[in-house]
């Protein structure tokens, strides 16, 4: 699995600078509204942004109220993202499997379109489970496949150099939280190929 990490880093690393306007960046950009219209819910308390990319979404919810953290994988991104937010937020490298965060710090934890790309979901859940406050809440957005397309976007994923992983189905996602210890508030298609899962720990 330690290659699927080292595809992500060499294709974010290579694609940072020009991520926004990339195939990528304007995939998830649909995925951007649904997120913060829910993050409205919350205007206080500490954040973290898994996977948080160029800084597209942290940019967005500065409000001098919230304290902002991300991490990601590629140290290019981090640094994209760092630049755009300045002081605003603490930006870090770091593997959503092992995050520099001590027990119970965050109130809310979100995650957009990068849990795809984590080949061991269960420990990165266990990992957000671990740095989120008892009834913290988790926003998961990512892409979403019906048979049987999924299982042929899951084949394509072996051949690929994006560091992709695994497309999930919305019942085997559901289940996969709840066996890590979180509550589904609501799960949201926002697209017809985006879908937002929502939990609390």
Same mark, same amino acid.
């Given at each position: 699995?330690?290659?699927?990490?080292?595809?992500?880093?060499?294709?974010?690393?290579?694609?940072?600078?020009?991520?926004?306007?990339?195939?990528?960046?304007?995939?998830?950009?649909v995925?951007?509204?649904?997120?913060?219209?829910?993050?409205d819910k919350?205007?206080?308390?500490?954040?973290?942004?898994?996977?948080?990319g160029?800084?597209?979404?942290?940019?967005? @919810?500065?409000? #001098?109220? /919230?304290? *902002?953290? =991300?991490?990601?994988l590629?140290?290019?991104?981090? %640094?994209?993202?760092?630049?755009?937010?300045?002081?605003?937020?603490?930006?870090?490298?770091?593997?959503?499997?092992?995050?520099?965060?001590?027990?119970n710090?965050?109130?809310?934890l979100?995650?957009?379109?990068?849990?795809?790309?984590?080949?061991h979901?269960?420990?990165?859940?266990?990992?957000?489970?671990?740095? @989120?406050?008892? #009834?913290? /809440?988790? *926003?998961? =957005?990512?892409?979403?496949?019906?048979?049987?397309? %999924?299982?042929?976007?899951?084949?394509?994923?072996?051949?690929?150099?994006?560091?992709?992983?695994?497309?999930?189905g919305?019942?085997?996602?559901?289940?996969?939280?709840?066996?890590?210890g979180?509550?589904?508030?609501?799960?949201?298609?926002?697209?017809?190929?985006?879908?937002?899962y929502?939990?609390?720990a």
């Amino acid at each position: 699995m330690k290659e699927e990490k080292e595809k992500s880093i060499k294709h974010f690393n290579s694609t940072a600078g020009e991520y926004d306007s990339s195939f990528d960046g304007r995939f998830v950009k649909v995925m951007y509204e649904p997120l913060l219209d829910e993050l409205d819910k919350n205007v206080e308390g500490k954040l973290l942004d898994v996977g948080c990319g160029t800084g597209n979404i942290l940019c967005k @919810l500065v409000n #001098g109220k /919230r304290e *902002l953290f =991300g991490i990601d994988l590629s140290e290019n991104m981090v %640094r994209e993202c760092s630049k755009r937010m300045e002081d605003s937020a603490e930006i870090k490298v770091s593997d959503a499997e092992h995050m520099p965060y001590k027990d119970n710090f965050f109130d809310v934890l979100i995650c957009n379109a990068s849990f795809h790309h984590y080949p061991h979901p269960e420990e990165v859940l266990k990992e957000m489970k671990r740095v @989120l406050k008892s #009834g913290g /809440r988790l *926003l998961i =957005g990512e892409g979403y496949a019906i048979q049987p397309f %999924r299982a042929i976007l899951n084949l394509s994923f072996h051949f690929s150099d994006s560091g992709d992983f695994k497309s999930y189905g919305k019942h085997e996602f559901i289940r996969m939280l709840e066996d890590n210890g979180f509550k589904i508030d609501e799960v949201k298609k926002t697209s017809n190929r985006t879908i937002l899962y929502i939990a609390k720990a």
